[in-house]
């Protein structure tokens, strides 16, 4: 009994009572998940949008606006349908057992390789806002994620779906600024940004597109199957999966345009955000650096809960020794290298194999719609059948 207590004990369920703001909250969730280091800093948007000009902002965007919000909403649906014991099964449901299985210890290691993205990302927030040592920020970062996924909240999902909508909606704020502020403007920083030294995700905008889907499913795997076995009704499940993916993808092409706007000034910058949120006034870029923070740390916490809790049930004290553990460890790794080379590294190469992933998926769900949509359609005509032979 005691044992079944903890399992049942997760962070992962929303305490709203209305159907409206439950769909918001689980959409929240996806964009705060999403958000981290490489978002809220604009790096990840440099590297995967805005370095490829106008393909990168509008080509890469509508991959990633599609499928996104498909991946997001098979995790959810299936999650809650088939209320899997362990989340980490819905790769095993998608790629069959062996196959699952790589995914699985995959997207594990991808997911704490991540989490030192994270330390690295606060750590330069320090650096170059604060002028700060890195180590502050990124020891600063994993006591708090530490203490609070050892210790958790009424409710992690309700926490950071309030905090996530905020920081896309300043971030989106930023992107309207940089494009309005911009010296340069759009059409010259498509023209001239092939010409300057700017770090980029692959060398082509689909590829790129595609890894980038592919990084932000291995995050999302475990957590939104997990979540979905809380989500009420299907149609819920549908609703906040679209809204999260819509709304995180439309704010990265909006954040894409105000860096490619100001290409000039912010190519090589670790945090090109805080150079859009300057030009407005310094206490306003203080104020994003906090929000940057804030992003942060909403994305840490559920990496470092996927990792912990996939192997020792949440709560319980294997759980967190391996938490500490591991946010220590991460820490050690995530000022290791500079915080844009950590995302070119981790990121892409992960995309990678998350794009493969993304092919299974789309293939698998295809072939049993249409299976079932084949059974749907061959049992009226079995029955017909069966009843003729028994007239005649």
Not at 135 to 156: C, D, E, H, K, R
Request: a positive charge.
């Amino acid at each position: 009994m005691g044992k079944t207590t903890r399992r049942k004990k997760t962070h992962l369920f929303s305490t709203e009572r209305s159907s409206v703001l439950r769909v918001l909250t689980y959409g929240g969730a996806i964009m705060a998940f999403l958000i981290g280091s490489g978002f809220a800093t604009g790096q990840e948007i440099m590297q995967y949008y805005a370095s490829y000009g106008f393909w990168g902002l509008f080509g890469t965007g509508l991959i990633v606006l599609a499928l996104i919000s498909f991946v997001s909403v098979q995790f959810l649906t299936v999650g809650r349908r088939h209320q899997f014991e362990k989340p980490s099964q819905i790769f095993e449901y998608y790629a069959g057992k062996y196959v699952g299985k790589f995914f699985d210890y995959f997207s594990i290691l991808f997911v704490f390789l991540s989490f030192t993205v994270m330390v690295a990302g606060a750590g330069a927030v320090f650096d170059e806002h604060y002028n700060l040592p890195s180590w502050v920020g990124g020891f600063g970062l994993t006591i708090l994620v530490a203490i609070t996924v050892l210790f958790g909240l009424n409710s992690l999902v309700d926490v950071i779906g309030k905090i996530g909508p905020i920081i896309v909606v300043v971030a989106i704020g930023l992107g309207v600024v940089g494009i309005l502020n911009a010296e340069t403007g759009l059409l010259a920083g498509h023209n001239m940004v092939g010409d300057l030294d700017v770090q980029q995700a692959s060398n082509h905008w689909i590829v790129a597109g595609l890894s980038y889907v592919g990084f932000c499913m291995l995050w999302l795997a475990a957590f939104l199957t997990a979540l979905g076995k809380t989500v009420p009704t299907h149609r819920e499940a549908r609703a906040g999966g679209i809204v999260g993916g819509v709304i995180f993808s439309l704010a990265c092409i909006v954040v894409g345009m105000g860096l490619l706007a100001n290409i000039d000034r912010v190519a090589g910058m670790q945090i090109p955000m805080l150079v859009l949120a300057g030009d407005i006034a310094p206490f306003v870029a203080s104020l994003i650096s906090l929000m940057i923070l804030a992003g942060i740390y909403t994305t840490a916490i559920p990496l470092l809960w996927t990792v912990s809790s996939r192997f020792f049930p949440d709560g319980t004290q294997k759980y967190k020794v391996l938490t500490i553990v591991l946010a220590l460890l991460g820490t050690v790794v995530g000022l290791w290298l500079p915080f844009d080379e950590m995302v070119n590294i981790v990121y892409v190469l992960n995309g990678y194999v998350g794009a493969v992933l993304l092919g299974i998926m789309i293939v698998v769900t295809i072939w049993r719609a249409s299976t079932k949509r084949r059974k749907a359609e061959g049992e009226p005509t079995k029955a017909a059948t069966s009843s003729s032979s028994e007239a005649r």
